[in-house]
Structure formats: structure tokens, C-alpha cells
């Protein structure tokens, strides 16, 4: 199988030379051309084409899976007839290239034009420079936003690696842990959306509907209260906002943690027993640091979720009562007020402030061979 | 430094009985070997002592204090596990230190006692690195040491060498037996290997299914096992066993086995006359075969033959594996200057004053 790297001098002119290669050189030309065509054809067939639905379905899903794999197939057949060094140079990219084609086109060049629009004034056509900037760090709604943010981050992201670390915990030492672990888990399915919808009964003034309100009318026999929209308690009432966003994260915390703490060899918790340790010495001094790295991913990983909250919000407060957040004040800037150039400034702050976190998160998961 | 007492004690695991009805006394200072097959409740009965199992029946007694529902911590006890579970986070320090940090110990006394241990085991070297960075050999003294650091009245060792390979093995093996010396502490260590056992052990508890066979000083385990189970463990290659009967005729008697007939030497002929016309297993260490002209002076001698099958040499001395007449394959250790080839017949010289007899249906030592 050993190639060499180099072509093998022909003797002869360059026309000798074509006429050798002739086959070979049509073979490749003709083949990525025939594939072309038939799936341009394609195309034309399944936006033109009056064949019944079942059929176009059918031939897009041929179409579809067929022409990528084809795609695959030409660019490796074209590769393996160069050279063993171009091949191993070409080749990982006939692989990873479309991947990294679709996530430019879809990802970075949407934020680079993004990051454009944040320049000009509302409408996107007058340059203005970072006036929309300036705005973002001067405006009140911006202000509360961001306080928000940081409560978001403060008491949504600790208590759900809290709650999610002690429940894996406790989990670990239960008969019972399937079933405790699946029902933590459980709200994981819903989706934020749906999450809004259903605190926003618990939370309803109604306490026929409202649980919270039927409890607290119940008890104290005072009226009921929008909790979500409390100006007496506010920027508190945004804990309530937070709480869902708990009840979902808790979840993907602990199954993480579990899986951590299930890998903590046995006999290093037995010899800190042996070595004098309190069941909760052994928890915070072997247990703890031997996670560690799970718990900073984790973390992280929340703590960018909390950063980009937005569905929760939207839903329960639509931004409202003080309760606006980074995303939802792009969101009303960008749609509501129409005011492309400060919505996408807002973006572009919220993409700068994930970053760090990012790129730190990145560096954990590096650091544990995940990749 | 205190004895250890385990009283009628049992541990189950639902239907299974791990640690059947065991009572030892362990006294101040001895080094006692738990030894066995997998499965045997070795590792169970030393975990009941540490505390980390709890026991189902009966009681254990640490000095004169009965330890039963007495925390690990508070045991007075410190053990090096198999795989050594040190902490990874620690340095090699910090691992040895915990303990002591748990205990308030002051910190220069910490710093000290580190110190004398670090130098004892000769890892002064190493105190600053993380277990990651250390060799298994390296990793197996520092476990050591967290458990010296602590100066317990008692150490438990389970199966600390198996993870080193053979040359530091047996360094390690001569390095523990030094240290028990010095620290004339109670040492109660469990390992698989008969040999770790034999070499270190100032007493030997040999356990099969939970149940302890016997206890007993290395050479008098090797010399008077109590049944074919501890007869058959006990030295390497392992004790040849054969259904047997013994015969007497014209007043001498003679072990038969269907496959060879060996005369009893009048000496050993006196305690086993009561068996005579009684099935017996008849076990010959392949120590005690010897080729005939080969054969040391002064032993009780006997005379067969047999077929060679294999034959292994080993330098200093050559494995035969032997074929009776009856197919029956058994080996013998001879003289590495015996020059025999597959199928060759070969004349023997069983030496007969280390003979056993066994009873056929309990397995026990009859003489």
C-alpha cells in the first residue's frame, strides 16, 4: 500500500502525459459533475414538482440523506486520488468542513453582523458609533436588567448546584434513589415555556387557581398576592421567577453530581472514616475537592444559562414589574421598539459577558479529558 | 499495641454467610495473616474490625473493649487498603497529616511525626507531590505512612502488596516485617498470597467460606496442617492427595492407592496402625518425593516408581510431573541434577515422616 508521495516522472510531453491520465482525469471531473446534476435536478423536482405529497417526501428524504452522503462520498473518492499527502491533509477536512461551514454561516456570521448593526441607529442605516453602547450602560431598564441578571445568577445558579448536590448525595444513600432521582429529573422534560406556564397558575392572584395564594390565604387569612408582580417586595419578586428555573436546572445538576460521586473510589471515603473523619468531614474534605472539577463545570455551565435566560421571563413577566432581564430587553428593543441598532448592542454585550464563562467552561471540561 | 478479640463473630450478607462463627485471639504485638481463596471472608473479617461493616452476630473486642457499635474513627485502629486510596487532592504530606488534622493534633507535632514516618519508609523526597505523580511502590509507602503517622494500637493491612509487581513485592514484604519489629504494634494483615503469609506471619488464620480451617505458627501450618484444605493451601507447588488405603500384612503397613503401594516406616507405622484396613487420603508434599539416587540421608524412606509426564526445571531444582499406574498425576521437587525425559520412568524416594493422613469424609488430619 505504500504510495509514493511524489508522481512518478512520465517520460514524454504533456501530451503524452494527458493521454496516459486521460481516464483518470475524466472519471474525476465526471463523477462530481453527474453528482451535481442530479441533485440540482433534485432541487428543481421538489420545488416544482405537482407529484403527490407522499412522493416528494419520499424523494426529499432520498434527496436529502442520499445527496449528503454522496456529497461525502465524491470529496473522499477525489481526496484518495491525490497523493498521500494531500490526502492526509484534505482529508479531515472533507469531514469536519461541512460542520464548520454550517456553523459559520448560521453562528458567526450572524454575529458579526450583529455586532454591524450595533454600530448604526435604528433603523440600521446611519453609522453611530457606540452611542448604542453607551446607552446599554446608561439607561435605567438596562440597569434593572442587569441587577436581575446577576440575582439570576446569585440565587438561581447556587441554589440549583446546591439543591442538585444534595440531592445527589442524599440520593447515593437512599433505598429509594431511582425513584427520588427520577422525579428531580423529571421537570428536565418540560420546557422552559411550559415551566412558565405552569408557575403562573401556581403563582395566580386567584387562590382557587393559585396554590402559593391558597396556602398564604389559607394561613394567615390576609389577601392575596401577585407575587409576581409585588412592588412591596420588589427586586425579590424575581426569586419567584427564579424558582422555576431552579426546579429545572436542579435536575441536570444532579445527575451530574450523581455520576461524579459514583466514581469516587469506595476505599478513599472508608480510609477517611478509618483516618478519624466525621461522615461530614468526609463530605466537604474528600468528597467535595474529588468533584470538584464536576462542580465548576456544572456551575459554569448553569451560570451561562442564567446569563441567557430569557423563555421564563418572557413568559411569566413578559419583563414587566422589574423583572426584565439581559435577553428580554433585547428582545423589547430589538422587536417591540423596533430599535435594531441598541436591541443588537444589548446582544452583543450579553455574547461578551457569556464569553469568559465560556471559554473558562471549555477549559474544565478540557482539563477532564471530556473531549 | 493492644489485643484483638473476635467472639463467636458472624457477618451475613442476606443468604450469605461471609464470616462463619469466628473466634480468634489476637494477642499484644502479633503479626497475624488472614489467608485464603477469593471468597473466603478474609477482607470481611478484617472489615468487621475496622468498623466499616457492621457485624451480624457475636462481638469483637479491641483491648478489653468490646468495638461492636464504636465508629471507624474512634477505633484506634489505621489501615492500608488495597488499591491505597490515598486522597488525590492532598499532597503526600496532607495525606499522611489528615488523620492527625482531624485529631487537633499540634502542628508541630504533625510536622514531626510526618517526618519520622516519611524517613522510616525513605519518601522524605516526596512529601510535596500529589499521589498522581508517584509510583505504585512509592504510593504503597505512603499509605504506610498515613497509617504509621497515627501510632493506632492496631494496623490492618488488606492485601496491600497484590497491586506491586514480584521483585517489589518481595522488597516491600522484608520492609513490613522490619516494621512490625519497630513498632511492636498488633499487625493483622490479609492477603491471598500463602507465600506473603508463610514469610511474614507471626500466626497464619487460614479461612475457606467464611469458615476459619486453622491457626496456627507458619511452620506448624506447613508441618501439621488440620485438614486437606489447609494441606492443599499451604505451600507451593501444593500438596499431592491420593484416596488411599492402608493395608497391613505380615505385620507391615503399607499405603495403597490403587496406582502405587509405599511401605509405612516402622516409625510412623505406630501412629497410624489404628487406621490400618480404613480408607484414608494419603498427602506427600512434592518437597518429600525425591529421585532415588538423589535422595538426602536421614529421611524415613520409601521406594516407588512412576512416569514422568512434564518435566519443568527451574534452575535449582526440576518440577516433575508425575503419572502413576493408575493415571493419577501427581508432582515432585528433585534434584536439578536428575536427567529424565517425558514418558521415562523414574525410581523415587518418598520421604514418609512427612506423610498425612486424612479421614476421606471430613477432610481432617488423622495423624
Redesign the interface.
Same mark, same amino acid.
Given at each position: 500500500m505504500q504510495r509514493s508521495s511524489e508522481k512518478p516522472r512520465q517520460p514524454g510531453g504533456p501530451v503524452q502525459w494527458l493521454s496516459v491520465n486521460a481516464i483518470g482525469l475524466f472519471t474525476a471531473l465526471a463523477i462530481p459533475l453527474a453528482t451535481f446534476l442530479v441533485l440540482y435536478w433534485g432541487f428543481f423536482f421538489l420545488r416544482d414538482s405537482d407529484a403527490p405529497k407522499i412522493v416528494i417526501a419520499i424523494v426529499a428524504i432520498v434527496w436529502g440523506v442520499g445527496g449528503v452522503a454522496a456529497l461525502y462520498l465524491v470529496a473522499n473518492s477525489l481526496v484518495d486520488r491525490l497523493g498521500d499527502t494531500w490526502r492526509a491533509r484534505i482529508q479531515p477536512f472533507i469531514f469536519v468542513g461541512p460542520a464548520v461551514a454550517i456553523l459559520l454561516w448560521y453562528l458567526a456570521v450572524p454575529s458579526l453582523r450583529t455586532l454591524w448593526i450595533s454600530l448604526l441607529d435604528r433603523n440600521g442605516v446611519d453609522f453611530v458609533g457606540l452611542s448604542n453602547y453607551i446607552a446599554v450602560f446608561t439607561t435605567r431598564n438596562m440597569f434593572t436588567a442587569f441587577r436581575n441578571n446577576i440575582l439570576w445568577i446569585l440565587f438561581g445558579a447556587t441554589a440549583s448546584v446546591i439543591f442538585g448536590l444534595l440531592v445527589a448525595i442524599l440520593a447515593d444513600r437512599s433505598r429509594f434513589e431511582n425513584i427520588a432521582k427520577s422525579v428531580i429529573f423529571m421537570p428536565m422534560a418540560i420546557s422552559m415555556v411550559g415551566a412558565g406556564v405552569i408557575w403562573n397558575m401556581m403563582y395566580e392572584v386567584n387562590p382557587n387557581v393559585g396554590l402559593l395564594n391558597a396556602i398564604y390565604t389559607g394561613v394567615t387569612g390576609n389577601n392575596p398576592v401577585a407575587w409576581k408582580a409585588a412592588a412591596e417586595i420588589a427586586p425579590w419578586n424575581n426569586l419567584f421567577l427564579i424558582v422555576v428555573m431552579v426546579w429545572l436546572q436542579s435536575g441536570f445538576a444532579m445527575v451530574l453530581f450523581s455520576a461524579a460521586i459514583k466514581g469516587i /473510589?469506595g476505599?478513599?471515603l472508608? !480510609?477517611?472514616?478509618?483516618?478519624? !473523619?466525621?461522615e461530614i468531614?468526609v463530605f466537604f474534605?474528600?468528597m467535595i /475537592?474529588?468533584i470538584?472539577g464536576t462542580i465548576i463545570t456544572v456551575s459554569t455551565t448553569i451560570i451561562i444559562f442564567s446569563l441567557k435566560i430569557f423563555d421564563v421571563v418572557q413568559v411569566m413577566t413578559g419583563g414587566q414589574f422589574g423583572t426584565q432581564v439581559i435577553a428580554t430587553q433585547y428582545y423589547r428593543e430589538y422587536f417591540t421598539n423596533q430599535n435594531a441598532g441598541f436591541g443588537s448592542a444589548i446582544a452583543i454585550v450579553l455574547l461578551i459577558t457569556v464569553i469568559p464563562v465560556m471559554i473558562y467552561n471549555l477549559r474544565q471540561l478540557n482539563d477532564q479529558e471530556a473531549f | 499495641m493492644s489485643s484483638v478479640t473476635f467472639e463467636h463473630v458472624y457477618k451475613r450478607f442476606g443468604d450469605v454467610v461471609a464470616v462463619n462463627d469466628l473466634s480468634i485471639e489476637v494477642e499484644d504485638k502479633e503479626f497475624l495473616v488472614f489467608v485464603g481463596p477469593s471468597g473466603c471472608g478474609k477482607t470481611t473479617s478484617l472489615r468487621l474490625l475496622?468498623?466499616?461493616e457492621e457485624i451480624s452476630d457475636g462481638q469483637i473486642l479491641i483491648g478489653d473493649r468490646i468495638v461492636n457499635d464504636v465508629?471507624?474513627?474512634d477505633r484506634d485502629?489505621?489501615?492500608v487498603?488495597?488499591?491505597y486510596?490515598?486522597?488525590?487532592?492532598?499532597s503526600v504530606y496532607d495525606n499522611m497529616a489528615?488523620?492527625l488534622k482531624?485529631?487537633k493534633t499540634p502542628k508541630s507535632q504533625i510536622d514531626e511525626r510526618v517526618k519520622v514516618a516519611a524517613g522510616l519508609l525513605g519518601i522524605e523526597q516526596l512529601l510535596d507531590r500529589k499521589p498522581k505523580q508517584l509510583s505504585g511502590g512509592q504510593r504503597q509507602r505512603v499509605a504506610v505512612g498515613?497509617a504509621i503517622v497515627?501510632e493506632p494500637a492496631v494496623f490492618?493491612f488488606d492485601e496491600p502488596l497484590s497491586n506491586l509487581d514480584a521483585k517489589l513485592r518481595v522488597e516491600t514484604r522484608a520492609n513490613i516485617s522490619k516494621l512490625h519489629k519497630r513498632l511492636a504494634t498488633t499487625f493483622i494483615y490479609v492477603t491471598h498470597d500463602q507465600v506473603e503469609a508463610m514469610t511474614m506471619a507471626s500466626r497464619i488464620a487460614v479461612m475457606k467460606d467464611g469458615i476459619l480451617q486453622q491457626i496456627d505458627s507458619p511452620q506448624d501450618l506447613y508441618d501439621n496442617p488440620a485438614n486437606v484444605f489447609v494441606g492443599g493451601f499451604i505451600g507451593s507447588p501444593s500438596m499431592n492427595f491420593f484416596d488411599a488405603t492402608l493395608v497391613e500384612s505380615d505385620g507391615k503397613l503399607e499405603i495403597n492407592t490403587g496406582g502405587f503401594r509405599l511401605e509405612v516406616p516402622a516409625e510412623k507405622a505406630k501412629e497410624w496402625r489404628a487406621f490400618a484396613g480404613k480408607p484414608v487420603i494419603f498427602g506427600i508434599r512434592p518437597e518429600d518425593i525425591h529421585a532415588k539416587q538423589f535422595a538426602p540421608p536421614n529421611i524415613l524412606e520409601s521406594d516407588m516408581d512412576a512416569k514422568v509426564d512434564v518435566t519443568e526445571l527451574m534452575g535449582n531444582e526440576i518440577f516433575l510431573y508425575l503419572m502413576s499406574k493408575d493415571n493419577k498425576q501427581f508432582i515432585a521437587r528433585v534434584d536439578p541434577r536428575v536427567r529424565v525425559s517425558n514418558d521415562d520412568k523414574i525410581d523415587l524416594a518418598v520421604n514418609m515422616a512427612n506423610a498425612h493422613i486424612f479421614d476421606p469424609k471430613t477432610e481432617t488430619s488423622l495423624a
Open positions: /473510589p476505599e478513599i472508608e !480510609a477517611g472514616r478509618v483516618d478519624g !473523619a466525621t468531614q474534605r474528600i /475537592p474529588y470538584m | 475496622a468498623g466499616l465508629p471507624p474513627k485502629i489505621a489501615m487498603f488495597q488499591s486510596a490515598l486522597y488525590p487532592h492532598m489528615f488523620g482531624l485529631r498515613r497515627r490492618l
